[in-house]
């Protein structure tokens, strides 16, 4: 199969030095490219700006903000038998981003942000019969109703619900699926490449 995933924080400008962004190591999404990589599949990975190395045999592709994410997605989705979206898109993004550094001024400043488009909400609105779409849901709470609803939101076959402080930029994770039929499979907290393993087995099985 053609398994396209995405991984890591997006970063987005505020001005030529500063930028809006989250923890996410991309540890998830790379351990679920390489627990891909490992089963026989061929695996596109677009990445947020992270520190750590893409697996061998990856397809890896370089994006620096949502936009960037959304576009490259966009091209490879079509193609894909199954897209991961492990990503921390940023939600939100300057309105008016600077080329020039900010200057300080007395008194608090109040920056405009402007909604970046849910690439998965996207993905979800155009998919082709066949195609899986599997999210992720970070929450700090109400973990399964905030999973589930978007699950249904997104038009996604299965979302990875976990929460933030079991998994966001940490090296373990502890992750529930859920599935559109109903069906939930909670999976035991552990290393990310063995929570990765066992993502992909429950989702393509
Ligand atoms: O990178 P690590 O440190 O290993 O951490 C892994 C992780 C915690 C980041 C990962 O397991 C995870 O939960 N990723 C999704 C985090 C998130 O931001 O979720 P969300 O609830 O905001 O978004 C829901 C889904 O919509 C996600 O699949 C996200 O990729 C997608 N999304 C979100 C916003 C947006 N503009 N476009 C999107 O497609």
Redesign the pocket.
């Known amino acids: 199969m053609k398994i396209l995933i995405?991984?890591?924080?997006?970063r987005e400008k505020i001005d030529p030095v500063r930028f809006i962004s989250?923890?996410?190591?991309?540890?998830?999404?790379?351990?679920l490219a390489q627990a891909a990589l490992d089963a026989g599949h061929k695996v596109t990975l677009i990445s947020g700006p992270?520190s750590i190395s893409a697996p061998e045999g990856a397809d890896l592709i370089n994006v620096i903000s949502?936009a960037e994410?959304?576009e490259s997605?966009k091209k490879h989705a079509p193609e894909a038998h199954a897209v991961?979206?492990?990503?921390?898109?940023?939600?939100y993004r300057p309105a008016h981003p600077l080329d020039s550094k900010m200057k300080k001024q007395s008194g608090n400043l109040v920056l405009e942000l402007e909604?970046?488009?849910?690439?998965?909400?996207?993905?979800g609105k155009n998919k082709r019969p066949g195609q899986l779409l599997?999210?992720?849901?970070?929450?700090t709470d109400d973990l399964e109703k905030?999973?589930v609803d978007?699950l249904r939101r997104?038009n996604?076959d299965w979302?990875?619900?976990?929460a933030?402080s079991?998994?966001?930029?940490?090296l373990t994770?502890r992750?529930t699926l859920f599935h559109r039929s109903g069906k939930k499979t909670v999976l035991p907290l552990g290393r990310?490449s063995d929570v990765a393993r066992d993502i992909l087995k429950e989702v393509l099985s």
Do not use: Q
Request: aromatic share 4%; charged share 15%; glycine share 10%.
């Open positions: 995405t991984a890591g924080p997006t989250n923890h996410s190591s991309g540890r998830m999404g790379y351990a992270v949502a994410m959304a997605v991961i979206m492990c990503a921390a898109v940023a939600d909604r970046t488009e849910d690439i998965l909400a996207t993905l599997i999210g992720f849901a970070a929450e905030n999973a978007k997104k996604l979302i990875a619900a976990n933030v079991d998994g966001f930029g940490t994770n992750v990310k």
